[in-house]
C-alpha cells in the first residue's frame, strides 16, 4: 500500500529525514483515526510538506509499525519523549501529539528523495495529513 505523508515544513521534518537525523513519522488523534491500524511493514511512505508547493519530493518504506492501545495524557508525553531521539519532534509537533489518546509510530528504513511530483487530491475530500493512495500511479499527475 502506498500512502502519501504530509511533513510539517516549519519543523524542519523532510530535512531531519533527508539528514538522516529523523527515522520515525508520528501521527494522533483522540481516536482510532488514520492512519492507526491501517499502514504496515512494507508500506511505501510518500512525502510532501505542508509548505503550499504540493510536490511528493521523498519516498521511504515502513520497516516498523507501532499502534498504542488507549493512553492517558500522560503515557502519550512519555512514549513521545521515550522516542524523541528518532521522531524529532518540535516544540509545536510535541505539543500537538502530546496528551492524544492514540498514537502511531511508524519507523521507516531505505528513505531517498525521488523526482519531484505533483498528485491529484480530488478523490480526497477531507484533507488530511494522511492519504492512503493504494498505488501512487493512482494519484501521479503525468506531465
Known sequence: MDNVVYLDYK?????NL????????IRGAMGRKLPYGKVNKGD?????????DGLVK???TVS????????????SMQ??????DKLLLDKGLQKRFGGKRYLVLISIKDFCLIENFQIDKSNYSNMDDWLPVGSIE???IKL
Open 138 to 140: 493512482n494519484v501521479r
Open 44 to 52: 511505501v511512505l510518500y512525502f510532501i510538506e505542508n509548505n503550499g
Open 79 to 84: 512514549l513521545i519523549e521515550k522516542n524523541q
Open 11 to 15: 519543523a524542519k521534518e523532510l530535512n
Open 64 to 75: 516498523e509499525v507501532f499502534n498504542s492501545e488507549q493512553l492517558t495524557k500522560e503515557d
Open 58 to 60: 521523498a519516498k521511504a
Open 18 to 25: 533527508k539528514e538522516g537525523k529523523k527515522t520515525m513519522i
